[in-house]
């Protein structure tokens, strides 16, 4: 247990935290902004492996790592444009959907894999690039915290300015109040002149985007390759962090630095003698904990709202 702590408090285990933090901050980011229409984004485990494929696909072919992160956004928002069409034009059921979505990716991904490369499981035919690390001038040089923010890949910032961003567009933009709109009340948004399905789409749009960012930061920075299967159910880590942080772009990065923090984790006990299965199941454990946890708070609000209101 010593030696779990003292592992604990290096500067890069905290590293490694903000590193395992990138991807499910994207999907947990995608997961909001799709909520906040009143759309639930199951698909986005799909959409982050497809977009990781992608990624990878492109950037070996043109040998250009900008390009395969633009095809990996392109290809997160076509499934993304698929989902909303089927939801909203066809009228199918959006979990179902979503569920489709990530079924098709999970055998499509390896598919295309084999028929391009002959690789099954693995890309390891295909001479992928990554996208390169940052190092912050000034803060690098700052003991202890520039060895843990600085140098990170570029996505890792890419996120954090993605939550300023959305947090903007959520409460000083149009898009931003009709999207909340249409997902608190869409009859009454319907009411006053706002196309509602114009705004979920935009807003399905937006997730597939950051779908398609934590898919490429897995295949193109995590690692510098696509293995099947890859994402490890973050896309349904973060429909349970976007529970937690309430729907709000910041409380995004703190739920999304729990599951981190319990992924990273993870890696860390793989050094001790504990059975590799609970190792496996540490985030797991972190989700179901977290839902108990935002279950039993936002019990006990809604006792007290209803408490005010009989007073």
Not at 46 to 64: D, K, R
Not at 96 to 104: H, K, L, R
Not at 298 to 310: C, P, S, V, W
Request: charged letters at 10%.
């Amino acid at each position: 247990m010593e030696a779990l702590g003292n592992m604990i408090f290096t500067n890069a285990f905290w590293f490694a935290v903000i590193r395992a933090t990138t991807p499910i901050l994207f999907a947990t980011l995608a997961a909001v902004v799709a909520s906040r229409a009143g759309a639930i984004n199951i698909g986005i485990e799909g959409m982050m492996l497809t977009s990781a494929l992608m990624g990878v696909i492109f950037s070996a072919y043109f040998q250009n790592v900008w390009i395969g992160l633009l095809f990996a956004i392109i290809f997160g928002v076509i499934l993304s444009i698929v989902l909303a069409y089927f939801a909203f034009k066809l009228k199918s059921n959006l979990i179902v959907t979503g569920i489709a979505i990530n079924i098709f990716a999970t055998g499509g991904t390896v598919f295309i894999l084999s028929a391009l490369t002959g690789d099954k499981g693995i890309s390891t035919s295909l001479n992928s690039l990554v996208l390169p690390n940052v190092n912050i001038p000034l803060i690098e040089n700052i003991p202890v915290v520039g060895e843990i923010i600085s140098g990170h890949n570029i996505l890792t910032y890419v996120a954090v300015l993605a939550i300023v961003v959305m947090h903007i567009v959520f409460e000083n933009t149009a898009l931003g109040l009709r999207i909340k709109a249409v997902g608190e009340s869409p009859d009454a948004a319907e009411s006053v002149g706002i196309n509602v399905f114009k705004i979920k789409f935009i807003a399905l749009c937006i997730s597939g985007a950051f779908a398609g960012f934590g898919g490429a930061f897995l295949s193109m920075g995590y690692v510098s390759w696509f293995s099947a299967g890859m994402t490890a159910g973050r896309g349904f880590i973060a429909l349970a962090a976007r529970a937690i942080a309430s729907n709000t772009s910041i409380g995004s990065l703190l739920a999304s630095l729990l599951f981190g923090f319990a992924d990273t984790l993870s890696n860390y006990l793989q050094a001790f003698s504990i059975p590799v299965e609970f190792i496996h199941m540490t985030p797991y454990i972190m989700t179901i904990i977290g839902f108990i946890v935002i279950s039993i708070v936002n019990t006990k609000k809604e006792i007290a709202r209803k408490k005010k209101m009989m007073n």
